[in-house]
């Protein structure tokens, strides 16, 4: 399946909640679904019937994937190592899903939503203890260092991001210097620590079965 690249606002009217797609727009009134709280096309608003067992633990893992915007192979992937994990299955998917490079961009307030950060890393414009990473899915470790390139610190995007970022709050398993558009992993997230409107347990009934 391709990856999705259009209106990311129809994802939140689909899931029936914001997942912060769209970054400071997801915070006004003009995000779409304050106006129109119901399913996207035609049938949208005549079709609101309650949503139970197997549909209801698809709906979450649709959340997820599309908060993080992965492919499903590649959330099966994680899924996958997350079960061979010792301890809760759950909280090791999410704590991966916050590990990718394009994640940990978003947290440190290089961008103001996911899917701006995505970019960012895919130009290059991120550099992970000193060399340029440019995979978004990369996996970022405890001690790892990451920074906005010297020569993309003066981008527009990046500049509003952090501002934006310096008034909201810092994410306590991640040190950042606004300044100088670094940071540093200190600690694995804990599943506490992760805000997400996302049931993670109903993600793994899903694919235990």
């Keep these: 399946m391709a990856r999705y690249t259009g209106p990311v606002c ?50 979450e893992k649709q959340k997820a994937k599309r908060i993080y915007f992965t492919l499903e192979s590649q959330f099966r992937a994680y899924y996958e190592k997350a079960s061979k994990h010792t301890g809760v299955t759950g ?57 906005i390139r010297e020569n993309a610190k003066k981008l527009v995007v990046v500049e509003a991001a952090r501002d934006y970022a310096a008034q909201n709050h810092t994410p306590t398993w991640l040190q950042i210097d606004f300044e100088n558009l670094t940071g540093k992993v200190v600690s694995l997230p804990k599943r506490e620590e992760v805000s997400l409107p996302v049931n993670e347990q109903l993600i793994v009934e899903l694919y235990s079965k």
């Design 10 to 59: 129809r994802l939140c009217r689909r899931e029936g909640t914001k997942l912060f797609l769209k970054g400071t727009k997801c915070l006004s009134d003009k995000c779409p679904i304050e106006k129109r709280n119901f399913a996207p096309g035609q049938h949208g608003q005549s079709r609101k019937a309650k949503i139970v067992g197997y549909g209801l633990q698809l709906r």
């Design 91 to 147: 909280e090791f998917l999410i704590q991966q899903l916050e590990r990718r490079l394009d994640n940990v961009a978003f947290r440190l307030g290089f961008a103001i939503s996911r899917r701006q950060a995505r970019q960012i890393v895919r130009h290059g414009h991120v550099e992970v203890n000193g060399r340029k990473v440019n995979i978004p899915s990369f996996q970022v470790g405890v001690g790892d260092t990451i920074a």
